[in-house]
């Protein structure tokens, strides 16, 4: 009987992924590209600027009409700082990578529109280019620091008739817990293209 249970517990997933697989309406690969607006909470006052413009991009399948699993890999651009004084000056250029996978909740609105959840693990890299001029000499490094975190997200998508191009917005709350960075709140537009 245990052998039996056993049996039952291996070949039912895989049949039903054989299903998945198999029956084209439940598995849909896509690929996208977002452009997004990112506002960081920094754990120190800073002149830097909150703001952050990032592109990403995106590789995905919708599993079934409520679930689906995508992996992205998003930059930012430069946010500069410059500290002046009489005798020395400090440039600073601070960037951001990251990579991870969301899996996707979908609920249907409308035949055309779906409302969405996500949850996800990214990798994220914040990086500090910075230049230092004195009287004397000048100096360049680049800084990192590196966080491996959660994010949850929410948005909406609509379909566009043909069943292949779909428009999305969403927001997602990545706590980053740096040094520097305490969290990102991003809010991005996006297009998606369905095999």
Do not use: W
């Amino acid at each position: 009987m245990k052998k039996l249970l056993f049996i039952i517990t291996l070949i039912f997933p895989l049949y039903g992924f054989a299903g998945i697989y198999t029956n084209t309406d439940n598995f849909r690969p896509y690929i996208g590209i977002n452009a997004g607006l990112n506002i960081t909470d920094y754990t120190i006052k800073t002149n830097m600027d909150e703001k952050y413009y990032s592109a990403t991009i995106n590789a995905g399948a919708r599993i079934g009409t409520n679930f689906g699993l995508e992996f992205f890999f998003t930059h930012s651009g430069n946010n500069n700082l410059e500290l002046a004084s009489e005798f020395e000056t400090i440039n600073h250029e601070v960037y951001y990578m990251g990579y991870g996978f969301d899996i996707y909740g979908y609920y249907k609105i409308t035949p055309d529109f779906d409302f969405f959840t996500t949850f996800g693990v990214a990798n994220y890299n914040f990086y500090d280019k910075y230049d230092y001029i004195n009287v004397f000499e000048s100096t360049s490094d680049k800084i990192s620091e590196n966080s491996v975190t959660t994010r949850l997200g929410i948005g909406f998508m609509f379909t566009f008739p043909g069943d292949k191009v779909s428009a999305l917005f969403q927001y997602k709350y990545t706590p980053i817990n740096m040094d520097i960075v305490r969290n990102l709140n991003e809010f991005s537009l996006g297009i998606r293209y369905t095999f």
